[in-house]
């Protein structure tokens, strides 16, 4: 009996110290993309002084409502995770799809966004562009880059989901998952008020 009971602590203790070095790990490359993002962002307001630079440019409408879209994906994905907590398995199944439908959203609207600019007159690249508009060209798609990860890790988790590897007592994937959608979102925010202030 007692042999049984320190067989079934250690491996709740083994089980504690593998979530924890997933998310420490998990911390560490976003701090690591935040770095990055801060960097390309701090060269965004050093070249203002260029010649080149658009004083009245205006963000696409599409870039506001993919905004409200990435927010309603960290929703979407947070109720998931408590669904799953309470064993509510086809509310997390709801929520999950909800959550890939809504970043798929996410991802067709910023390009019917690059598609606006462009109509506007403005281009990413050569003759016909400017800083600005390579610039947000750069973070957008850098962004888009990080979110194709995000719905890959999605999709494996939906996957796992449907295996029926998630429960109240086995929830790590989910976590993560979460974790990292609402630093997308987070990040897609910073980006967005950013461009929105600084443009």
């Known amino acids: 009996m007692e042999m049984t009971i320190t067989k079934t602590e250690t491996a709740g203790e083994e089980k504690l110290r593998k979530a924890k070095s997933a998310k420490l790990i998990l911390l560490f490359a976003m701090v690591s993309m935040t770095m990055m993002f801060a960097g390309l962002t701090s060269a965004f307001v050093v070249s203002k002084s260029r010649a080149d630079w658009l004083k009245n440019f205006e963000l696409p409408t599409a870039f506001y409502y993919s905004t409200a879209v990435i927010i309603a994906c960290s929703v979407t994905f947070y109720l998931a995770k408590k669904a799953i907590q309470k064993d509510n398995r086809s509310a997390t199944t709801a929520l999950l799809l909800g959550t890939l439908a809504l970043?798929?959203?996410?991802?067709?609207?910023?390009?019917?966004?690059?598609?606006?600019?462009?109509?506007?007159?403005?281009?990413?690249?050569?003759?016909?562009?400017?800083?600005?508009?390579?610039?947000?060209?750069?973070?957008?798609?850098?962004?888009?880059?990080?979110?194709?990860?995000?719905?890959?890790?999605?999709?494996?988790?939906?996957?796992?989901?449907?295996?029926?590897?998630?429960?109240s007592t086995q929830t790590l994937g989910i976590e993560l998952g979460a974790m990292y959608w609402h630093f997308l979102d987070l990040l897609w925010l910073y980006l967005f008020l950013f461009l929105y202030f600084f443009k």
């Open 103 to 167: 970043g798929i959203l996410f991802v067709v609207l910023q390009f019917a966004g690059f598609g606006q600019i462009v109509e506007s007159g403005y281009y990413f690249t050569g003759e016909g562009s400017s800083i600005t508009t390579t610039f947000l060209y750069v973070v957008t798609v850098t962004h888009l880059l990080h979110l194709a990860g995000g719905l890959i890790s999605l999709l494996i988790i939906i996957y796992n989901h449907f295996k029926q590897k998630y429960n």
